[in-house]
């Protein structure tokens, strides 16, 4: 039989905090319908929201990364106690900021990583570098000393000073991140 941990879940959208239990075995897949379950169990005096929950979309977020299916949380390091956030996306596919972007860095060290960052549309490419710091800070990735960023499908160089939007940059977008010296 295999050891169960708890996982501290934040749904900022309803202002609650919860311990869903689950096994290092787990996918996130199963993972996201205890998060739903327990969900529908803390709105039990609010019925009007239960359609949100039901037919929504959940986005389980682990630091700054989306987490997906078909991994297991082992996949994603967690353990007892790790924090997790969740949105709640409506029929449509849209979380609750229409303002957002998600892009894909590929961060190169010694084996190309690929993390999920969001931005927000109107913010400056220099805010990915930001983002990207801090999960180094938190010991998610390992970032190369000297970097810019570059467009993936056009080899485009992203300057910094641009914003997203400027750039038009779509969901799930890659941006590689190039060594200079």
């Known amino acids: ?73 082992k996949d994603y390091g967690l353990c007892d106690a790790s924090e997790v956030e969740v949105a709640i996306r409506d029929e449509a596919g849209e979380a609750s900021s229409s303002s957002m972007l998600k892009v894909v860095a590929l961060v190169p060290v010694v084996k190309v990583e690929r993390v999920g960052v969001e931005v927000r549309r109107d913010k400056m490419v220099c805010t990915l570098r930001e983002q990207l710091q801090r999960l180094e800070r938190e010991k998610v990735i390992r970032l190369p000393q000297n970097f810019i960023f570059l467009r993936k499908h056009d080899r485009k160089i992203l300057r910094e000073d641009f914003t997203f939007q400027e750039y038009e940059l779509v969901d799930d977008e890659q941006i590689e991140l190039l060594l200079v010296n």
Request: glycine fraction near 6%; aromatic fraction near 8%; proline fraction near 5%.
């Open 1 to 73: 039989m295999m050891d169960t941990f708890n996982v501290r879940v934040k749904v900022p959208r309803y202002s609650m905090q919860l311990h869903v239990p689950i096994s290092e075995v787990d996918t996130v897949g199963v993972l996201k319908e205890r998060i739903r379950a327990n969900i529908l169990g803390n709105l039990e005096q609010r019925p009007s929201e239960w359609p949100n929950v039901i037919l929504g979309s959940l986005a389980v977020r682990f630091g700054y990364a989306e987490m997906e299916d078909q991994w297991t949380v």
